[in-house]
Nanobody
Framework: VQLQAYGGGLVQVGGSLRLSCAVSRRTASNNGLGWFRQAPGKEREFIVG????????DYAGSVKGRFTISRDNGKNTVYLQMDSLKPEDTAVYYCAVSRSPMAASRTESYQYWGQGTQVTVSS
């Protein structure tokens, strides 16, 4: 299984970005998907996940109300819409395929990881 995340870039404070993550195998439509991020010098942080049915988990408190996850099983793709971006959102963002139909917050719950896409929010 391969994951390709894209859509990152440089954006000003208050701006928006939409990340996409394409999964190579159709069977991933039976698995939960998640988004994580990792800032320099910090641990990888769970942002949000979505079950195989498209039901999202709780969002991390730091992004609640600003980020929205969705998935399109027909396109084997999961999205992360990021609005009202802040400098503290600067990080490498990763998508991952869960080991189960559900999505959890622990990194150990995920089997496959994308290579990451850099998001930089300038003030």
């Amino acid at each position: 299984v391969q994951l390709q995340a894209y859509g990152g870039g440089l954006v000003q404070v208050g701006g928006s970005l939409r990340l996409s993550c394409a999964v190579s195998r159709r069977t991933a439509s039976n698995n939960g998907l998640g988004w994580f991020r990792q800032a320099p010098g910090k641990e990888r942080e769970f942002i949000v996940g979505v079950s195989w049915r498209g039901v999202p988990t709780d969002y991390a408190g730091s992004v609640k109300g600003r980020f929205t996850i969705s998935r399109d099983n027909g396109k084997n793709t999961v999205y992360l819409q990021m609005d009202s971006l802040k400098p503290e959102d600067t990080a490498v963002y990763y998508c991952a395929v869960s080991r189960s139909p559900m999505a959890a917050s622990r990194t150990e719950s995920y089997q496959y990881w994308g290579q990451g896409t850099q998001v930089t929010v300038s003030s």
